[in-house]
Nanobody
């Protein structure tokens, strides 16, 4: 069992930055692929970024590529999402997610956090 708790959301002006954190419980964190998804009001949840168990491989949605960076620190059971050059269209609830493998996370993660709100004002 893995429990995920996000933090770091908030209100920021367009062009600003935020860093989201996701603290995970459970001994299997370091072997899991981890990712971030988001859901804007009235829209379906969408993929943002994924990182493999070691941190050596990452993959991003086209909409955030070059602006967002996913990373992880296995010794602290934490995954991060550094968000730069934020746009109003990045406004959403951001969810941390985990799964035992990369493809499983992209198809539909087994574990979800409760979400953290990110609001970008114009």
């Amino acid at each position: 069992q893995v429990q995920l708790v996000e933090s770091g959301g908030g209100l920021v002006q367009a062009g600003g930055s935020l860093r989201l954190s996701c603290a995970a419980s459970g001994r299997t964190f370091s072997s899991y692929a981890m990712g971030w998804f988001r859901q804007a009001p009235g829209k379906e949840r969408e993929f943002v970024a994924v990182i493999n168990w070691s941190g050596g491989s990452t993959y991003y949605a086209d909409s955030v590529k070059g602006r967002f960076t996913i990373s992880r620190y296995n010794a602290k059971n934490t995954v991060y999402l550094q968000m730069n050059s934020l746009k109003p269209e990045d406004t959403a609830v951001y969810y941390c997610a985990g799964d035992s493998d990369w493809s499983g996370l992209l198809a539909g993660p087994h574990y979800w956090g409760q979400g953290t709100q990110v609001t970008v004002s114009s």
